[in-house]
């Protein structure tokens, strides 16, 4: 039989393990939060945030422009992501300033672009093919017709390969004049192209501050180093929340360089 | 001034000889004062709040933390998670698409270089049928390509099929896959009815040292017409799990018999395949793969 002093013993045994095992676990949770502020702490100093320009290093690039959350993942360089939009039909352009490191190959790299709704479902996915000559930047390009429920934004390499360059150079940009006709600009460019080359597509990116504002697209036969040039090109504005007007008049302090996209030299 | 107890007080005051230490010989109401008793209570309160504080902040820390670890070069987009995620030869799959998925099997790296991700697939829907399209895409654990391929099924109305999906890629360098619906085109189906595999039989044979499992099956057509250019997969399952596929062309008549048969490919979602392709109590089914393109 158990009588009131085995009740007041058992009362105390109870206690004393409910203390034990709480107290314990009081140990374990500290020890665990120490551990997770400690790690967290760590964790938000890490990942780098993307910067005004940013400038990405060789592998992954990622950045949000207008809510979308672009990210590539190649072996060239990213130097900019821009979304740029064509006056003429709305549609939505996908850029990317892409670099090849390397010194002494050239880099034809193909990607998808795909565009993803928030459940990650594809809502299109595109291709584009980029040459980069040893050591030069290129433009990767994608139009982006149906944007509407797309979240995200993936520039993904799927293959690469390296070639004896041929072709290297593009131009520099002496003028970029507005015509008075929409989004039609001008420009005058000279050659700094190794070998004179027909039907170059070239981009003149516009930026004010380090941001892209726009990107104007041409297409031209370029001459002989150090020949210079005339032409005129497509503005297309960036989805900044300024956009600039082109039609009438540029503004002075928009910096301009042309970028060309060379074909990738016969294998 | 103090009242000398009664005898009878006294003799309670008295300890019961076994109950050890405690002075007072009490009533459980009477241990609850005791001081011994209170500290533990109030150590236990105590400690149960300090447990209870911890562990919600531990569980704040918890989520921002996993979700901070993020940059890692994913491709897929937004923390989704994803309810079709799976994994086969410890590769993380996931899918997104219109059809279900069941359970995902990888043949081995055959001559050096195939790997085949298969999985049975179906379409609920009782009206019309599906033209689906996929990229299916393996990635290192960098987040880089190695591989992305096309894929694509057609299923009739309320029918299973089996997706088949190829890769040039050693598997050993996979990290993970993903297996994407780039398009689909729900529409009246191309034809009605179906088949039904009457009769399987399996047949080894080795030759120079190489066992070769064949599986044949006949079948009853209730096709509404004969179809162009068909696919019928075979499938092996043992114990309900997907173990070896093959894939056979035949003629399928638009109502009555056929027959056909092919050669399995081992595959799994556990580390390794199958040595034996015929275990006890395997069973067979076979699925109908029609090319919308041949058939318009």
């Known amino acids: ?88 039909d709305g549609d939505v352009s996908l850029n990317a300033l892409m670099t090849n490191e390397d010194e002494t190959r050239g880099a034809q790299v193909f990607f998808d672009i795909t565009a993803y709704r928030e459940d990650g479902s594809i809502i299109e996915r595109g ?141 | ?46 400690m149960l709040t300090a447990t209870l504080v911890l562990a919600s902040t531990a569980l704040s820390l918890l989520r921002p933390a996993s979700s901070a670890a993020v940059p890692t070069p994913t491709p897929t987009p937004t923390g989704d998670a994803d309810p079709g995620a799976q994994n086969a030869r410890g590769i993380d799959i996931t899918t997104h698409s219109d059809l279900e998925f069941g359970q995902y099997a990888l043949s081995d790296t055959l001559e050096g270089i195939y790997t085949y991700l298969i999985a049975p697939v179906s379409w609920s829907d009782q009206t019309s049928g599906i033209d689906v399209s996929f990229d299916i895409t393996a990635f290192d654990a960098e987040g880089r390509i190695l591989d992305r391929r096309p894929a694509s099924t057609y299923l009739l109305p309320g029918h299973e099929g089996l997706f088949v999906g190829l890769f040039t890629v050693q598997l050993s360098d996979v990290a993970r896959i993903s297996v994407e619906q780039t398009r689909a085109k729900v529409d009246a189906p191309l034809m009605t009815g179906t088949i039904t595999m009457t009769r399987s039989e399996t ?42 596929f093959c894939v056979a062309y035949p003629d399928i008549p638009a109502g009555g018999e056929f027959a056909d048969s092919c050669a399995l490919t081992a595959v799994t979602r556990e580390d390794r395949v199958r040595d034996d392709l015929l275990p006890d109590g395997a069973e067979f089914r076979a699925y109908l793969e029609l090319d919308p393109l041949a058939e318009r």
């Not at chain 1, 760590?42 to 990942?47: D, E, I, L, N």
């Open chain 1, 1 to 88: 039989m158990t009588g009131p002093g085995d009740q007041r013993r058992g009362l105390l045994i109870g206690l004393s393990i409910a203390f034990s095992v709480l107290t314990l676990t009081t140990i374990g949770l500290g020890a665990a939060t120490i551990a997770l502020l400690s790690f967290s702490g760590s964790a938000t100093a890490a990942p780098a945030t993307p910067s005004p320009t940013p400038s990405f290093p060789p592998g992954y690039a990622a950045t949000t422009i207008d809510g979308y959350e672009i990210s590539a993942v190649t072996d060239l360089t990213v130097d900019a992501f821009a979304l740029t939009v064509s006056a003429y």
């Open chain 1, 127 to 267: 291709l584009d093919i980029v040459y980069a000559p040893p050591g030069e930047t290129s433009i990767m390009r994608s139009s982006l017709p149906d944007l509407d429920e797309a979240v995200a934004i993936t520039v993904e390499q799927t293959a690469i390969d390296w070639l004896a360059p041929d072709v290297t150079g593009g131009a520099t940009v002496d003028t970029v004049t507005a015509t008075g006709l929409g989004d039609l600009l001008e420009y005058t460019l000279t050659s700094t192209i190794s070998v004179p080359t027909e039907y170059v597509d070239l981009f003149l990116v516009g930026s004010l501050d380090d941001e892209i504002v726009g990107v104007c697209t041409g297409f031209e036969d370029i001459p002989a180093s150090g020949v210079s040039f005339e032409g005129h090109c497509d503005w297309e504005n960036a989805a900044i929340a300024d956009p600039i007007d082109v039609e009438d008049e540029l503004p002075d302090d928009v910096e301009f360089r042309v970028y060309v996209r060379l074909d990738a030299p016969d294998e």
């Open chain 2, 1 to 46: 001034m103090s009242i000398p107890p009664t005898p009878e007080q006294h003799a309670q005051s008295v300890p019961p000889p076994l109950a050890a230490p405690p002075p007072d010989p009490a009533s459980s109401g009477w241990g609850l004062r005791h001081p011994l008793v209170i500290a533990l209570i109030v150590g236990c309160v105590v």
């Open chain 2, 203 to 244: 047949l080894a044979k080795s030759e120079d040292g190489i066992r070769t499992v064949y599986v044949a099956g006949a079948f009853l057509s209730t096709l509404s017409k004969a179809p162009t250019y068909p696919d019928v997969y075979f499938a092996a399952f043992a114990d309900g799990e997907l173990y070896a």
